[in-house]
Nanobody, 119 residues
């Protein structure tokens, strides 16, 4: 069973920074494609950033140049550095892990961490 535990959310003023962490266990982390998603009230969950096992990254247009996703395979942890935060970044942020075992795809979610950006 894969477990993902997020941390690092909180309340910050616009223009500030936060770093989210997601610690994974129960799988071969280095083989996982990892992602950060967010869901604001009344909106659908959306992809914020992703990093595949090989290290390539992808970002939503709304966060390009402000957010950076990274991973430390030795610590089984993925990070999301968020700079120049805006009120519209307010949401619950979720960590996601995807991998294939045999021919079966798997996807796991963390419990989420609240990020609130005040204007």
């Amino acid at each position: 069973q894969v477990q993902l535990v997020e941390s690092g959310g909180g309340l910050v003023q616009a223009g500030g920074s936060l770093r989210l962490s997601c610690a994974a266990s129960g799988s071969i982390f280095s083989r996982n494609d990892m992602g950060w998603y967010r869901q604001a009230p009344g909106k659908q969950r959306e992809l914020v950033a992703s990093i595949v096992s090989g290290g390539s990254t992808n970002y939503a247009d709304s966060v390009k140049g402000r957010f950076t996703i990274s991973r430390d395979n030795a610590k089984n942890t993925v990070y999301l550095q968020m700079n120049s935060l805006k009120p519209e970044d307010t949401a619950v942020y979720y960590c996601n892990a995807k991998f294939v075992q045999g021919i079966l795809p798997y996807s796991y979610w963390g419990q989420g961490t609240q990020v609130t950006v005040s204007s």
